[in-house]
């Protein structure tokens, strides 16, 4: 009886606005045991890029949260650069209406926002957006990335679909 009841607490504590899980649409890569099934870009001769996110949290200011991580390998001859201001997350409901846009609070690790990845190196970081509507109202994003080659700017979208366990969510 006392398991059934942590059980229920537990499931309780995962309700749709404090938690939340999404996973990629699309190029799905999970040979990389670092990284939770992301998304993978090869940009033939510039570099190989990871989109993931771990889902939505309630940040440490009682505000919804959620993180997009991205992992850039410069596999070119020349340093790259990610463009962290042009960086930029749409949310959607469930019937594809646009909701109202997240403000990236932090990219981390902290630094400048444009970050330069060199020849040869592998850089990681997570962008956490904070949210003006609750996590449960979330059912899909779009993250919008950019890193610059030179004079080339190398713009990609990936989408992600909440899939949350339903029994945990209720539905």
């Not at 850039?72 to 469930?94: C, H, I, M, Q």
């Not at 190196?121 to 109202?137: F, I, P, Q, S």
């Not at 919008?144 to 700017?153: A, N, Q, Y």
Request: charged share 20%; hydrophobic share 40%.
């Amino acid at each position: 009886m006392r398991t059934l009841a942590l059980l229920g607490a537990f499931l309780l504590a995962c309700t749709p606005d404090t938690t939340s899980s999404f996973r990629s649409t699309e190029r799905i890569d999970s040979q990389d045991p670092e990284l939770p099934s992301p998304a993978v870009y090869d940009l033939a001769g510039v570099a190989r890029v990871r989109v993931w996110s771990t889902g939505g949290y309630i940040g440490t200011s009682d505000d919804p949260m959620t993180q997009i991580g991205i992992a850039v390998e410069n596999t070119g001859k020349r340093p790259l650069v990610f463009d962290g201001d042009a960086a930029s997350l749409a949310l959607y409901d469930e019937a594809g209406a646009l909701l109202p846009a997240p403000q990236l609070a932090v990219i981390s690790p902290l630094g400048p926002s444009k970050i330069t990845i060199a020849p040869g190196a592998r850089t990681t970081l997570e962008l956490h957006y904070k949210l003006d509507v609750k996590l449960g109202r979330v059912a899909a994003m779009t993250a919008r990335w950019t890193l610059i080659s030179g004079k080339e700017r190398i713009a990609r979208t990936t989408g992600f679909v909440r899939d949350d366990e339903p029994a945990l969510l209720g539905r």
